[in-house]
């Protein structure tokens, strides 16, 4: 756990501090995190929320794939690749900074990985990101997973209950440059861009 | 957010020139349609000690309350009846398990259970509530508007003979409310102009202001009705309940004028600085004139013209707040261009000021006085409690860190205040509370034909 930095916390001041500390990117932190995924239940409007760690918000889905359904799976790793190349900042919304999809066997069943690392803790715009899946074309991925309601687009919670059901919270997680957010990073780097681009003038 | 009906609401009336047939006026509860020329109100909560008695109450109540067309026809009424009933009422009433069943969560849960989600602790938090809001036994409220306090009078004493003669029918408590003055424009005890923006609802003939957004689906509001996203589901069974009906949120919230003057001084030298911090936290100054379009000095005239006062954004207009500090609480409470689906997320309120007015000059008197709101909506945890715990109590919302509303928000003097300014920003640490919440809780609010139907459930068994 990162005793390190707040020596005397109890979990809950741990879990309050993750936010107060986002910005001691200068040193790199591990953070180990119970089963349940949280030091403390705290209640989001959908379920429990999740901490943020020195690897920000994130969650991990895993569920098996309808059988005969690998194909169109992995060609949709395709579609969002037009997606982005045609509206680059159609997940915006979702507060990004990457996203990893995955197809894995065990014995006979194939499995589909949806490991997203992003900024905001996910309970926040469940809404949102119904509303962007449909949208996108994300969501037919989900289509094809077992035990994925058919009435998602109407129906939030049983989304929200879905993702929740087949999410499998980390125990370890590690940031070389701790609790940044895109935005910050994105904004660092413009700055250097600036600064190159103003050396430049001055040469 | 403060109410008393005065003069701009009946505006929303005379410009209600047609009514298409797609929504039922017959049928809606006037409440989050129009606004009465009220100056007084009174809420009532009530509990039902047995069935018989609670739909005797509502069965002889429900031809008093206001419809949409009635409440947009006549100028002679004096008085305007709403009835609202929680989860625990409708059990309350006889409505069958299957049924009560199909009614969504957050609403089966009910407010208290959910003041954690909604960022209500500490102070806020339902141990503290008053007038047994918090209690499993709120079953109803009425809601009164009364053209002023004589009229109010004589409707609570008829109010009260009549829940004497049916059976079990309680009061738990209640509220009065009145207008403060100047009577001239809707205002709440801090001196903020009110009601300036309220969402407007396709099909019912009123026209947004310049800056409001386009009118919104019917379904963001009533149940039964296409929303932003298509036919609307989840609805509870049967479906005569999901006709017309609508949820409100109840939210008690005290005022701490004495508190917030002094705010005002300890970070105002001259009343003109003392004005401007006013406007920061609230992004509008009190005159309604919004930061982002007078981001200097308060212009009134812009304040009072609803054809100016609405039309800005964020996204290019301020992006940084110097104008309207990020976390200011119209900047949180509707972020307008700065967020996704915004169409999703309007809700319509209602309410007024309660308690009397601190006079200017004059120190804290310790009497309770605030705003009793309701906010309307079709759905509660998407619309009323994402506000709550997004806009409102989220200390990272837009990126801030650690900030909540500055003046509706939770506040227990951790939070800070960010005002962003040239060459440095203003950072004020330690955030004292300016409001505390009272008391809440989640009403459904049924069609007329739904409210007979409740009435007339023993009839069946």
Not at chain 1, 2 to 20: I, L, R
Not at chain 1, 121 to 149: H, I, M, Q, R, W
Not at chain 2, 51 to 61: E, K, P, S
Not at chain 2, 113 to 140: E, F, K, Q, Y
Request: proline letters at 7%.
């Amino acid at each position: 756990m990162a005793t390190k930095a707040m020596p005397t916390a109890g979990p809950q001041q741990q879990q309050e501090a993750m936010t107060a500390r986002q910005n001691d990117w200068t040193k790199p932190a591990a953070i180990a995190i119970p089963k349940e995924g949280y030091f403390k239940l705290q209640n989001g409007r959908y379920g429990p929320i999740y901490p943020r760690t020195p690897a920000c918000h994130g969650f991990t889905i895993i569920a098996k794939i309808k059988p005969g359904r690998e194909d169109a799976v992995r060609a949709y790793g395709k579609t969002i690749e037009k997606v982005i190349g045609d509206v680059p900042d159609t997940l915006a919304t979702l507060k990004l900074h990457y996203l990893r999809w995955v197809l894995f066997d065990i014995s006979k069943d194939t499995y589909f990985m949806y490991q997203g690392i992003f900024d905001t803790d996910f309970d926040k715009y469940t809404e949102d990101a119904v509303a962007l899946f449909t949208k996108s074309g994300v969501n037919t991925v989900f289509e094809n997973l077992e035990g994925f309601p058919e009435d998602w687009k109407t129906n939030v919670p049983a989304f929200a209950k879905f993702v929740r059901e087949h999410q499998y919270p980390s125990f370890l997680e590690y940031g070389e440059y701790p609790y940044v957010t895109a935005d910050e990073i994105k904004k660092a780097l413009k700055l250097k861009a600036a600064f190159t681009g103003m050396l430049d003038l001055m040469q | 957010m403060s109410i008393l009906q005065q003069s701009s609401i009946s505006v929303d009336l005379a410009r209600r020139t047609e009514q298409p047939s797609s929504l039922d006026f017959e049928d809606i509860q006037h409440f989050l349609m129009s606004r009465p020329p009220a100056r007084a109100a009174r809420y009532e909560f009530l509990t039902f000690g047995s069935a018989t008695g609670g739909r005797a109450w509502l069965t002889g109540l429900i031809d008093k309350v206001g419809t949409a067309k009635a409440v947009g026809q006549s100028v002679a009424d004096s008085r305007w009846v709403t009835i609202g009933l929680t989860w625990n009422g409708l059990q309350a009433l006889g409505l069958d398990d299957a049924s009560l069943a199909t009614f969504p969560e957050e609403f089966r849960q009910g407010m208290a259970a959910r003041a954690d989600i909604l960022g209500l602790t500490g102070a806020n938090h339902p141990d503290h509530w008053v007038g047994r809001l918090a209690s499993p036994n709120l079953h109803a409220i009425a809601i009164l508007f009364a053209r002023d306090v004589a009229e109010r009078e004589r409707c609570r004493q008829e109010h009260e003979r009549y829940v004497a003669q049916c059976d079990g029918v309680e009061l738990l408590s209640s509220l009065d409310l009145e207008a403060i003055p100047p009577f001239d424009y809707a205002h709440e005890h801090f001196g903020y102009r009110d009601r300036l923006s309220q969402p407007v609802i396709e099909g019912t003939g009123v026209e947004p202001t310049p800056g409001s957004g386009s009118p919104l689906k019917p379904g963001e509001f009533f149940l039964g009705y296409p929303d932003e996203e298509g036919p609307a589901a989840g609805m509870p069974r049967p479906k005569i309940l999901s006709q017309n009906g609508s949820y409100v949120a109840y939210l008690r919230m005290e005022e701490h004028v004495g508190a917030f003057r002094d705010f005002l001084r300890e970070h105002g030298e001259s009343p003109e600085q003392q004005e401007l911090m006013a406007a920061k936290v609230m992004g509008r100054w009190r005159s309604g004139a919004p930061l982002v379009l007078a981001p200097e000095k308060d212009d009134a005239e812009l304040g009072a013209d609803p054809q100016r006062t609405n039309d800005f954004n964020y996204g290019s207009m301020d992006p940084y707040g110097y104008a309207c500090p990020l976390g200011a609480h119209i900047r949180r409470m509707n972020p307008r261009d700065t967020t996704q689906n915004i169409q999703r997320r309007k809700m319509i309120r209602r309410g007024g000021t309660y308690g009397p007015p601190l006079p200017e000059g004059a120190p804290e008197d310790g009497q309770e006085r605030g705003i009793a709101a309701f906010v309307g909506c079709a759905s509660l945890v998407r619309q009323f409690e994402f506000a709550m715990n997004v806009w409102a109590n989220w200390p990272n919302f837009h990126e801030l860190e650690n900030e909540r509303d500055p003046i509706f928000g939770t506040q227990d003097g951790t939070f800070d205040m960010t005002i962003p300014k040239r060459p440095i920003r203003k950072k004020i640490t330690g955030l004292s509370a300016f409001t505390t919440i009272r008391g809440g809780a989640y009403f459904f609010l049924p069609g007329i034909r739904a409210l007979r139907y409740l009435a007339s459930l023993g009839d069946r068994h």
